[in-house]
Structures are given as C-alpha cells and as structure tokens.
C-alpha cells in the first residue's frame, strides 16, 4: 500500500468469537484506539458494525479507504468477511478485507512489551498490523472457492473416518478372527478383507467352530450366494477359510455375540462412509463446473492427479493470482523451511515450516506421491533426495518433492498450460 494510501486509511482489527466481535479502530498517527466496541457475530451485528464504521469515516473527511482485519480462526470469521467486503454502506470507501494467519498475529504481539490479553488488546494488536503494512496475503476473495473448499474438506474428513474405522475394526476381527487379519495375500480367501463376502462371513457366523464344522459344500455354496458366483475357485476359498478359522484363537462364548454385534456396526459404518463420500463426490463435480475450468483441467492433465486432488488443491488455492510467485505459494502451503544460522555455524537439521494451509499441504503431498510414480521427471528427484541422507529419508524425500510440485502447479495455472513433458514456463 502506498504511503498516501496509509494516511487516509482507517484501519479496522477485529477479535473474532463464536458469539461476539471485538472491534478497533486505528489511523495512521493514532497511538490508542480511535474507538473500540462489541458486536455480536450473527447478521445483526454485522449490519451494526457497517453502520458504525460507515458513520465514522463520513465524520472524517481525511478517510477515503477502509481496510478491515481479523484472524484465521476456523469458522467462526467467515460471515462477517464475506458481508464486510460486499456490504453495499462500505463499498464508497474501496474496502478490503484481510484474514490473517493467526501466528503472524501472536509473533506481532511479541514486540510490544508487557502488553496484556484481552479481546479489546487482540482487537488492537490486530488493527495496528495492518497500520504497519506487514498484510502480504490478498484481500478476502469471497465465496466463489469457499464452496468448493466446504466440500473438498468434507470429504477429507469423511475418508480420514472411513480409515479410522477400518484400522478400529481389524482389532475386533483379530478378536473373534485372528488369522483372518493376519494372512498374507496369497493364503488370503478374499481379495478385500471388507468387501460382502468377507461382511458375510464376520457376521453370520458367531464363532470360528461354526465354519469348521460347517460341510465343505455348503460353505462353497454360501460363498457363491455371497460372492455373487464371482470366485474363480469357490473350493480353494472355502478350504482357505477354514484352514484360516482352524488356525484362530478360540473364543470364550460370552464374547461371541458382542464381538459379532460390533464387527457388524463398522461394516454398517463403512457402507455409509462410502455412500456419503459418492454423494459429495457427485457435489463437487457440480460446484466445479462453476469455477474456472481451464484451472481444474490443468491440473487434471498432470499424470496421476485425478478429479478428487485436483479439486482439492483447487479449492485451497483459489485464484492462483492472489500468489505473486511460486515462492509465495509454497509459504502458503506450509512448504518451507527454516533456516537455523549464526556466526560460524549452520545447522544441519532445518525443519518444516508447517505455519501454512494445512489441507494444501496434504494435498500437495498426497498428489506428489502419486506423480512421482507416473512422472519420470519427479521420481528421479525423489529417489535422489531419498538417497542424501539415512534418517527420515521418504517423508523429506517427499516434502522436498512437493515442493518442486508446487512450482509446476504455479506455472500451469499462472500460465494457462496443460502439463507435457518439456519443461514449462515458469511465471
């Protein structure tokens, strides 16, 4: 911002709460709050808040610009960004509106000394980043990718549950199954170990005993019925599986029915997961087709990315001009490192940053893992940083990998390119 800007800009912080908003005002020169006050964060208090702020900078001649502040926090700043920066009263005074990352705000803070904590002096602290001009991220972008972003997050989470309960379930399997979960995938009587027949089995039948003394041509016959006749060799399962129950641990009977009741309440969860994940499947193909669609198929045409990390990554980034280079992008994501130096010495150890977009970064490092087993380019790179060291050789393998990702991604999207082999324009 230009130094004639600053001078007639009113600078607004906001301490954001799920039930109040703590409000400071602050100009160039003013060394104190020029007002402070609450308002409740709900639709009211955000018409409130434009009222007064639009009062304010009509009773001084000298405030033609409006930037507005407050902290990253969850959800809970949402609402009142997104009215702020389209509200009708504030639009004559250019208003920009700034969700900061909350670290940036606590390091602030730090160089005032013995400066107390209240949401009156966050408010404040809040405000007087921005009077010092430290705001390097773009204004509020609105609701465009916020859409997207709820979906993207939402499925992330429906997987990360799906996966928990898998890893929750083996341990009941083990329980009333132990050399089910145990076999390898060749002594293995079913492909995937969650899939109907497998269901069948771990829940119809209370005990390991009953599968051992059941007739071998009736165990063929219900792994047909439950396979849906799609084994190749129903007899080879059949003398699997029950070679695999008289492998097991046997049971005390009191644990047959709750051990059976549980097993069958993961696999009632996992079929759910699994439809709800389609369904917001089909919702994000929906909402894609109102963003840009040149961005979501470059990224599509990267080998191994597909429609869920390409809209993942999409939704996290945004408009790819908010970042000026590359370098601003991987700060974005988290994907830095810091430095550890003074005088003569230079340590060795230099640790992720991870103060970024944390869903960007999983992002980022998801699709780098898939990449580098379609991308020559990128597997070369991996398995040479993997090759530098002996200790945590694939996660920084990895992470360094996705860094150089990311510099492909800035250069197709800030260039409009779809991916080839030849190098590609760096922006």
């Not at 911002?1 to 100009?27: C, E, P, Q, Y």
């Not at 402070?36 to 808040?49: C, D, I, K, T």
């Amino acid at each position: 911002m230009k130094k004639a800007d600053l001078l007639s800009t009113l600078f607004v912080g906001i301490d954001i709460s799920s039930r109040s908003n703590v409000v400071a005002l602050l100009d160039f020169e003013s060394q104190k709050p020029l007002q402070s006050f609450a308002v409740g964060n709900n639709q009211s208090g955000a018409v409130e808040l434009a009222k007064r702020l639009a009062a304010y900078l009509r009773s001084r001649k000298n405030l033609a610009h409006l930037v507005v502040a407050l902290e990253s926090t969850s959800f809970y700043g949402v609402h009142v960004a997104n009215y702020l920066s389209s509200c009708e009263v504030l639009a004559p005074f250019h208003t920009a509106v700034y969700c900061l990352n909350p670290k940036a705000i606590r390091n602030y803070k730090k160089s005032f000394i013995d400066l107390g904590k209240n949401d009156y002096v966050d408010a404040f602290v809040i405000a007087d980043f921005a009077r010092a001009n430290r705001i390097t991220t773009k204004p509020w972008r609105g609701s465009q990718f916020l859409a997207l972003q709820r979906l993207t997050r939402h499925r992330l989470h429906l997987a990360k549950a799906l996966t928990r309960e898998k890893a929750y379930m083996l341990s009941n399997i083990f329980l009333k199954f132990s050399e089910f979960s145990l076999l390898d995938a060749q002594e293995q009587p079913f492909s995937n170990s969650f899939g109907a027949a497998a269901s069948s089995v771990l829940t119809d039948f209370l005990s390991t005993e009953e599968i051992i003394e059941m007739p071998t041509k009736d165990l063929i016959r219900y792994i047909c019925e439950k396979g849906h006749n799609r084994f190749p060799d129903p007899e080879k399962t059949a003398s699997l599986l029950q070679q695999a129950a008289r492998n097991s641990y046997r049971l005390d009977k009191c644990l047959y029915e709750p051990l059976t009741v549980s097993i069958a309440s993961s696999f009632t969860l996992l079929s759910t997961y699994e439809t709800e994940i389609k369904a917001v499947n089909k919702a994000i193909e929906k909402t894609l087709k109102g963003i840009d669609p040149s961005a979501y198929q470059s990224l599509l045409s990267i080998p191994g990315i597909g429609p869920v990390m390409a809209a993942g990554i999409l939704s996290e980034i945004g408009d790819i001009h908010a970042f000026n280079s590359q370098e601003a992008l991987a700060k974005y994501a988290g994907l830095v490192w810091r430095e550890n130096q003074s005088g003569n010495f230079q340590a060795d150890d230099t640790p992720l940053s991870k103060a970024g977009n944390t869903y960007l970064r999983y992002y980022l490092i998801e699709a780098t893992s898939h990449v580098k087993n379609h991308c020559s380019e990128f597997a070369a790179f991996y398995q040479k940083k993997y090759d530098e060291v002996k200790i945590h050789q694939h996660k920084r393998a990895l992470a360094l990998t996705a860094r150089k990702f990311v510099r492909l991604i800035f250069g197709l999207l800030a260039n409009h390119q779809l991916y080839s082999s030849s190098r590609v324009v760096q922006a």
